[in-house]
């Protein structure tokens, strides 16, 4: 397993593999979750490269860029489980070495959800993701289905783009009780690691719902009750949406499929989570 730090590195290191490279971005802090992308990258390609770097441009104003969990030497003995050829991890200078002029405009789907929230959120996933694709060129790029709304936008940069990779996802990690594996979960103290388990209850509310006949409206409406009326949880968004497109499935109209994506805040920390649902005809 190499460890590369620069650009330069990177390329040397690309240059004396052999065979299909599969890549896996993350912003480290790593967890089961990220090793599940890095297992289904190792069984999908000769050669697996993962990124550890937390993306100044993807964080806005008062959000934790500084604050996030960093601990190179934890990750590396991580991805050692698992096997991975090189580890990619450069200092933001690295990356920008000076504010990039050149920006992705992420289209209409990142200013809905997330977006709303964090407004500059998505242009800089795509600028880093583009970046990354562009210094590894892989075959393959694996993405975590948790985080939903960006793996849509990155499947559109790869198609409106033209970028010669396959993106694949991956289901979401959960632990026994249900809650989303999340980097951010090391934030929670013991109290709030139990509100927090009323997120993944909620939407496995709405998905049985859907299940015994429910309909949209009446699905999304009783997942809603749940968040609101949780303890300890402030409710940032619930939307019931295409998982393809991400469009909201409105009012009154039939589907079915749909994905339920929540952002929720237990005590100062923001938790995301998503499952999908299957209506009845
Ligand atoms: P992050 O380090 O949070 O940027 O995540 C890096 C990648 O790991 C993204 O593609 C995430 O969607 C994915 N990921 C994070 N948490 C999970 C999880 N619990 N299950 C599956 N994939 C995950």
Do not use: C, H, M
């Given at each position: 397993m190499k460890l590369t730090q620069t650009k330069e590195e990177l390329r040397k290191a690309l240059g004396e593999l052999e065979g299909s490279v599969a890549l896996v971005m993350t912003m480290g802090a790593l967890h089961e979750g990220h090793l599940s992308l890095v297992r289904a990258a190792r069984a999908s390609a000769q050669n697996v490269v993962v990124s550890i770097f937390v993306n100044p441009l993807q964080f806005g104003p008062g959000e934790d860029y500084e604050a996030y969990p960093r601990d190179l030497e934890a990750d590396m003995a991580l991805l050692g489980t698992v096997g991975v050829?090189?580890?990619?991890?450069?200092?933001?200078?690295?990356?920008?070495?000076?504010?990039?002029?050149?920006?992705?405009?992420?289209?209409?789907?990142a200013a809905l959800y997330e977006g709303k929230t964090r407004p500059t959120h998505f242009a800089g996933v795509l600028q880093v993701v583009n970046k990354v694709l562009n210094l590894v060129h892989p075959d393959v790029a694996f993405f975590g289905q948790k985080d939903a709304q960006q793996l849509a936008l990155i499947r559109t940069l790869v198609a409106d783009l033209d970028i010669p990779v396959e993106?694949?996802?991956?289901?979401?990690?959960?632990?026994?009780?249900?809650?989303?594996?999340?980097?951010?979960?090391?934030?929670?103290?013991?109290?709030e690691r139990?509100?927090?388990?009323?997120?993944?209850?909620?939407?496995?509310?709405?998905?049985?719902?859907?299940a015994r006949g429910g309909a949209p409206d009446s699905v999304r409406a009783l997942v809603q009750r749940h968040l609101e009326q949780a303890p300890g949880v402030t409710l940032?968004?619930?939307?019931?949406?295409?998982?393809?497109?991400?469009?909201?499935?409105?009012?009154?109209?039939?589907?079915?499929?749909?994905?339920?994506?929540?952002?929720?805040?237990?005590?100062?920390?923001?938790?995301?989570d998503n499952m999908e649902v299957l209506f009845h005809e």
């Open positions: 050829e090189v580890v990619f991890a450069p200092a933001a200078e690295e990356l920008y070495p000076r504010e990039p002029l050149v920006r992705i405009n992420p289209g209409p789907v993106i694949r996802s991956v289901p979401i990690k959960r632990e026994e009780s249900g809650l989303a594996l999340s980097s951010r979960n090391a934030y929670l103290n013991d109290e139990i509100e927090a388990l009323a997120i993944s209850q909620a939407l496995i509310v709405g998905r049985d719902a859907a940032d968004y619930l939307s019931l949406v295409d998982p393809e497109t991400f469009g909201e499935i409105e009012s009154g109209t039939a589907a079915t499929r749909g994905l339920l994506v929540t952002a929720a805040w237990v005590g100062s920390t923001r938790l995301i």
